[in-house]
């Protein structure tokens, strides 16, 4: 499905070569049309590593590598990326939209782009100087374990939001102003905490939430 997407990011080393052939040029792109899948900001590490074999002549060596390292990277990225950083930034956004700040997008932006970013150039870079070797660098990263971590933090940062909207008085059908809306919040804040303990996304608890407060300020 990414096949296409990662013979383009391929190609300049055909272009590189001082006489590139056309027969050359056709089996460095018909070795890298095959099907390949993972998430997309983990595409980078991969392209970086297959690139410096290509350099190197070791063209056996290339769809062995995108086979093995595609599917864990997946595994690896999706509930990094779009499970855990993401939700969190947007909730982090949410709690600054909440109390009024215009500029609450961008905080999204702050926290989410300067990660992902890093990890594809960072990737691409360490993959063509260190070839195989560049397995080390995602390795070191820990995404599962700051996935955890993450996902917690957007628990916490829920309860906050839920909080900070019953303070302003937005939702006084579910929560009136002082004592009776900080335990409201503190509530919401112990129902998500059990609902992840469960194995409920966080994201579902985010998209649920609004969903609550929409129906209730439609009445």
Sequence with gaps: MQGLGFAYAIAPLAAAEAEPGQRETS???????????????????????V??????????????????LMGPYAAIGDPFFWGSLRPFSGIAAVCLAVKGFILAPLLFLILYNPVHLW????????????????????????????????????TILLGGAAYLASAAGATQELFQPGLPGQIGGLLVVLASFLA???????????????????VVMMR
């Design 27 to 49: 089996a460095l792109l018909a070795r890298h049309l095959q099907r390949f899948n993972t998430h997309p900001y983990m595409a980078a590490p991969i392209i970086g590593t």
């Design 51 to 68: 690139s410096r074999l290509e350099a190197e002549g070791r063209f056996s060596e290339t769809a062995d590598l995108k086979n093995a």
């Design 196 to 214: 992840v303990r469960k194995g409920l996304s966080p994201l579902a608890i985010l998209y649920g939430s609004v969903t609550l407060f929409a």
């Design 119 to 154: 990890v594809r150039v960072r990737g691409f870079i360490t993959g063509w100087q260190q070839g195989k070797s560049a397995v080390e660098f995602i390795r070191s990263l820990e995404l599962p374990s700051m996935s955890r971590r993450l996902r917690w933090c957007s």
